[in-house]
Structure formats: C-alpha cells, structure tokens
C-alpha cells in the first residue's frame, strides 16, 4: 500500500524558512516522479514542485521559483522542499504526490507565514 508522510510545517514569520519532508513507502520509489502541491484555506489544489527520477529535471511553479528548491534521497525514499523567503501566500497545507494533480498524496503538513 502506497504511503506518503508530510512533516515539517509550522509557523514562521514572512522572510523565514522551512523545510518540509515526505517519507515514501509501497511503490517504487526510484522510478516515480515526486511532486509537491499546496493547499491554501478554502481553495484547491495548487501545484508547486516536481522532480523526475534520479533527480533531474526539477520543475517549479512561477510563484515559488527562486524561492523553494525540491530534492530526493532514493537510498531514504524521502522528497524535501526547502523553502525560503516565505511570503504570507505562501500559507497552506503540503502535500507531496505521486501525480501532478495531487490526487495520490498524503495527510499533508501546515505552513503558516504569518507575522
């Protein structure tokens, strides 16, 4: 059974920095292509990030370019994004996916940006 375990949110003032984890299981890892999608209060799902097996390419939403940088550990089965400069826009839950839309992802991790 597929598994996707998000962590690493919390609240931080605008201009900070989180890193956010996913822990993968019950699927080949290696070969899927990993993506991140948010979730801000009352909207839908918002496509971020994704990275290709074995690491290249890396994609990114315009409004997170240059901001957040995506990576993978295939020996841990684990998908980062390290964000930085966070914007108040930047509030919302995470998830990490297995497709581009979000459909297969996790219960999600909790960005505030707020000051």
């Known amino acids: 059974e597929m598994q996707l375990l998000e962590s690493g949110g919390g609240k931080v003032q605008p201009g900070g920095s989180l890193t956010l984890s996913c822990a993968a299981s019950g699927f080949d890892f290696k070969s899927t292509r990993m993506t991140w999608v948010r979730q801000p209060n009352g909207k839908g799902l918002e496509w971020v990030s994704s990275?290709?097996?074995?690491?290249?390419?890396?994609l990114y939403a315009d409004s997170v370019q240059g901001r957040f940088i995506i990576s993978r550990d295939d020996a841990e089965n684990t998908v980062s994004l390290q964000m930085f400069n966070l914007k108040i826009d930047d509030t919302a839950v995470y998830y990490c996916?297995?497709?581009?839309?979000?459909?297969?992802r996790g219960q999600g991790t909790r960005v505030i940006v707020s000051s």
């Open positions: 990275i290709n097996p074995g690491g290249h390419p890396t």
């Open positions: 996916a297995t497709d581009l839309y979000g459909s297969r």
